[in-house]
């Protein structure tokens, strides 16, 4: 016997949500700009992490996700530029992104995407991957051009852990 059903309405929290502001094109290129800085990250690719960032851009690395200072910041090119090399003191990087959430509101957005970050270092006993856990809460707006870039990235650890590999 075939059962009819009836689609039940879904209470969705509008936190978190897409804009239906957001076209699919938005999409794609806001989520261009973290692939941007995970492959500039993870091969030391000074020009291909900075096409991410405005000019003027700002990044705060926070410690813990919750906390209310950051225990860095670097802005502008110059001091965004130096993030690869210093990357180099681990063997290995590979920035594994996820989820994604944007909001769009004309030539300005901001958004949430989820990065595992894993830093392998090797000594003569094997290797050691230092995991972290990663929301980056980013606000974005369009350069003279047109194109999105990263006006501010906070850098927010939700949990970190080690692992011998």
């Known amino acids: 016997m075939l059962r009819q059903t009836v689609p039940v309405p879904l209470a969705i ?3 978190g949500r897409m804009s239906p502001a957001a076209t699919a094109e938005d999409v794609a290129e806001l989520r261009a700009l973290a692939e941007s800085y995970a492959h500039g990250a ?3 690719d000074r020009d291909a992490f900075l096409s991410a960032f ?3 851009a700002r990044l705060l690395v926070f410690t813990n996700s919750d906390d209310d200072e950051p ?3 670097r802005e ?3 001091a965004l530029g130096a993030i690869p090399d210093m990357l180099r003191r681990y063997d290995k990087t590979f920035h594994f992104l996820g989820n994604h959430r944007y909001s769009v509101d004309g030539d300005t957005a901001s958004g ?3 990065c595992m970050a894993h ?3 090797t000594d003569i006993h094997g290797a050691t991957d230092f995991i972290m856990l990663i929301r980056y809460l980013d606000s ?4 003279p051009g047109g194109a999105w870039r990263i006006a501010e990235r906070e850098v927010r650890p939700d949990w970190t852990e080690s692992r011998r590999c």
């Open 13 to 15: 929290p509008t936190v």
């Open 42 to 44: 993870d091969r030391g």
């Open 54 to 56: 405005h000019p003027d």
């Open 71 to 73: 225990r860095g910041v």
């Open 76 to 78: 502008g090119h110059e």
């Open 112 to 114: 949430e995407v989820y």
């Open 119 to 121: 830093h392998m270092t």
């Open 140 to 143: 974005y707006r369009r350069d």
